[in-house]
């Protein structure tokens, strides 16, 4: 069963390396269980001050992360990660109604899962996340000054490269793809982080700043992502 | 008209100032006044009397000079008559001054020619009473009079003392004495407006007197309900400032003891409840964790569940539907505790409430058909737009539809919407066994069950309408129930159409048209436990 399901998916060997940092060795060890089943390669740390030393180590495609963590929380652990690495982070939360979310975004998290979830759902969260734009067709982007490689995942103004992370980098992409078009949250939500349902539209707002801060010359006037209001977001003039 | 009276009874009705002030002004004014008629009356006859005494002495004394004057004058009748004049003019001298103390008057009626002592005065001065005593009665009479002076002087107040003068070969004359009172006049006013002022300054004073203790009572009792409000509205550190050891203090003193003791109680109970409410809210995060590796175990069994023999197979069937069912407790548990701790938030979008039922009851068709319930829709004419929070009310209408379903015993439901100007509705009726008396009021109350040995097909936590009730409050809306037994069941969900705003009515009845009469009356029980059937909203708990 197991090697019927490698033989659906598999295009290599492995679909993807997935760091689990979670205290509950249980939980922890269910997750290694079920993603290595979905034919991930999974490494579980349970404590938060060794989360970073296991993100080096292991490197990671994708890291799934408690927000409550003994020894270092994981806010912490999602920015320090976010300072040498753009990998994706997705959150494991038990308060999905409280500021923690809020927190957790800022501090780099891409997305979140809010507990109990169910095996499928972290599935599709950590799938969409680990999905990749196909390279091959070379596509060269130009949004006011920037100019944006899309199979190179880099983003330029002028000679200067600007670092953005894999989700803020599609964010920018589906933006400058159809500048002439108003995006809503609910529509960068099912493009860029792969919903099919409703969902928080804060991932996209958190996000949007995240990525002003990175490319625009003042984020507090923004000239490149400008929000329409009662609508959502567009890609400014060229 | 009834304005000014109306606002005047109510000002004296509210102020204990005015009251009190008024009540002393006319009670000193009352005290005043008869204190100064006494005085004035004791005064004026004080006066009067020994002016008396001093005129008849003085009377008497001219009585006996004139007599030995007109004794010494001699027998002769010329002699006699002249000699009269000058006894007159001498006595009369006896009151010379400014003002003349007296005059004289010497008459003798008999000859009808008389004589004056002083030429100052008429004869109309001396009344006709006093003159007939004196020629009747031949003795000393005296009478009060008004002098009249012949220069045309306004007349003035007098004493007359008269008396009947032999006079040998004559008869008898009279010898009248005349005594202004302007001097007591003069006195009396003086005293009269000495009075009146002192009496005007006395009342003023006596009402600022009044003014100024009663505002040493008032002032503190004001004082006392301002605190008291400000306590009462929730500020439980106020307290009253304690001086001195007076009653007042007094109560300052016990009602600072009462504000202590009620905020020690109320800081315990909301400790309590802030305890109990943390312990629900911690209870349900920590079940979380253990729960989501249960649930991905229980998942990863029934994936595999074709491998096993029936009996597992079908225990990790149970597993998993059980698992949905636990999950959904807790999910309602916390959204009740989030409610409780007062962290529930609208999320606030205008939409059409049509769109909300569509998709509601396109999601709940499932449930639907295991009973072959019909559902029917029946829109309002007009859309059904309003301000809500979509999510919250989309857990509104499918609680009250996953309700309906589970006690329609298969008979068809429907779903009308009402709207007018201020607030749109939705009523979901179903026909089923109906709720017994008494029961409209309990089927908001958590975990309720209107029979509890009904078997659950549906499964609902137990919360659903609870958590409906508070969504629709925090809205401020309404949400109620009707039913009869025998005769289904509904549900009535009220929500302002612009948030923020009363409302007065409810677009559509409450008791469904089609209810039979003769049980509609004793049963129609409006309203979820703390939900007025009608009024001004429902915000009436916090």
Redesign the interface.
């Known amino acids: 069963?197991v090697h019927d399901r490698h033989g659906r998916c598999d295009h290599g060997d492995m679909k993807g390396r997935i760091l689990v940092v979670d205290d509950?060795t249980?939980?922890s060890e269910?997750?290694g269980?079920?993603l290595r089943?979905e034919g991930f390669e999974a490494h579980l740390c349970s404590q938060g001050d060794l989360a970073v030393a296991a993100f080096r180590e292991f490197n990671p495609d994708l890291v799934l992360l408690d927000l409550m963590l003994p020894g270092k929380d994981g806010i912490e652990i999602c920015r320090e990660i976010r300072a040498e690495s753009g990998v994706p982070v997705v959150m494991l939360t038990?308060?999905g109604?409280t500021v923690d979310v809020v927190l957790g975004l800022e501090s780099g998290a891409d997305d979140y899962v809010v507990?109990?979830?169910?095996?499928?759902e972290l599935v599709a969260r950590v799938r969409a996340r680990m999905r990749r734009t196909d390279g091959g067709r070379p596509e060269s982007l130009e949004i006011a000054d920037l100019a944006i490689d899309v199979p190179g995942h880099t983003v330029k103004r002028g000679d200067e490269h600007i670092a953005l992370t894999p989700l803020e980098f599609d964010l920018l992409v589906a933006l400058a793809r159809k500048p002439w078009q108003v995006f809503t949250r609910e529509t960068l939500l099912e493009q860029v982080w792969g919903y099919r349902h409703a969902a928080d539209t804060r991932l996209v707002n958190v996000h949007v700043q995240r990525l002003r801060s990175k490319i625009e010359i003042d984020p507090e006037n923004p000239q490149i992502v400008v929000t329409v209001r009662g609508v959502g977001y567009k890609a400014g003039p060229a | 008209m009834a304005g000014p009276v109306g606002r005047v009874r109510t000002r004296w009705r509210s102020s204990l100032y005015l009251r009190v002030v008024a009540t002393t002004l006319a009670l000193s004014i009352l005290v005043v006044v008869v204190l100064g008629q006494v005085l004035m009356g004791r005064i004026t006859s004080g006066l009067l009397d020994a002016k008396q005494r001093a005129s008849l002495v003085e009377a008497q004394a001219g009585l006996n000079q004139a007599q030995a004057l007109i004794t010494a004058a001699g027998e002769d009748n010329a002699e006699r008559n002249q000699s009269l004049e000058p006894v007159a003019v001498q006595l009369a001298s006896g009151g010379q001054g400014t003002p003349r103390l007296y005059d004289v008057l010497l008459l003798t009626s008999s000859t009808s020619l008389y004589q004056r002592g002083s030429s100052t005065v008429t004869v109309e001065s001396v009344p006709d009473d006093l003159r007939s005593a004196v020629e009747n009665e031949d003795v000393q009479a005296s009478t009060f009079t008004e002098i009249v002076y012949i220069d045309g002087r306004p007349p003035v107040p007098g004493f007359a003392v008269g008396a009947p003068l032999t006079v040998p070969g004559l008869g008898t004359a009279e010898l009248y004495y005349l005594f202004p009172l302007t001097q007591e006049q003069q006195t009396l006013d003086l005293v009269r407006r000495t009075l009146l002022f002192a009496g005007l300054v006395l009342v003023l004073l006596l009402g600022w007197i009044s003014w100024f203790v009663t505002r040493q009572v008032v002032d503190p009792v004001r004082y006392a309900a301002a605190i008291a409000e400000e306590f009462s509205a929730g500020h439980l550190s106020e307290r009253m400032t304690v001086r001195g050891e007076d009653d007042l203090a007094r109560l300052a003193r016990s009602f600072n003891d009462m504000a202590a003791s009620l905020e020690l109680k109320i800081g315990q109970l909301e400790d309590l409840s802030r305890v109990q409410r943390r312990f629900v809210s911690d209870v349900s995060h920590e079940l979380r964790t253990p729960l989501t590796t249960v649930r991905m175990a229980a998942d990863v069994l029934h994936e595999s569940r074709d491998d096993f023999d029936p009996a597992t197979a079908r225990s990790a069937e149970l597993l998993q539907t059980q698992l949905d069912r636990f999950e959904a407790l807790l999910s309602d548990l916390l959204e009740i505790s989030r409610f409780d701790a007062g962290a529930a938030t609208l999320d606030v979008v205008e939409g059409d409430l049509h769109d909300a039922i569509t998709s509601v009851v396109e999601a709940l068709l499932p449930l639907a058909e295991p009973t072959r319930t019909r559902i029917r829709i029946h829109q309002a004419s007009e859309p059904a737009t309003a301000e809500f929070d979509p999510r919250r009310v989309d857990r509104i209408l499918r609680n009250l539809l996953a309700n309906a379903i589970e006690h329609s015993d298969g008979q068809p439901l429907d779903v009308r919407v009402g709207v007018s100007d201020e607030a749109v509705a939705v009523v979901v009726r179903d026909h089923g066994t109906g709720l017994r008396p008494g029961e409209s009021s309990l089927v908001f109350n958590r975990f309720w069950r209107a029979d509890p040995s009904r078997v659950r097909s549906i499964g609902g936590t137990g919360l659903g309408l609870a958590i409906a009730l508070e969504d629709a409050r925090l809205h401020g809306g309404w949400l109620q129930a009707w039913g009869a037994p025998g005769d289904g069941a509904c549900f009535r969900l009220t929500l302002p159409r612009v948030l923020g705003t009363d409302i007065s009515a409810s677009p559509l009845p409450l008791e469904p048209s089609d209810a039979t009469t003769e049980r509609r009356m004793p049963l129609s029980v409006g309203a979820g436990a703390r939900t007025p059937p009608t009024g001004s909203g429902v915000s009436d708990d916090e």
């Open positions: 069963m509950d249980a939980l269910m997750l269980i079920v089943g038990a308060k109604d507990k109990p979830f169910k095996p499928k």
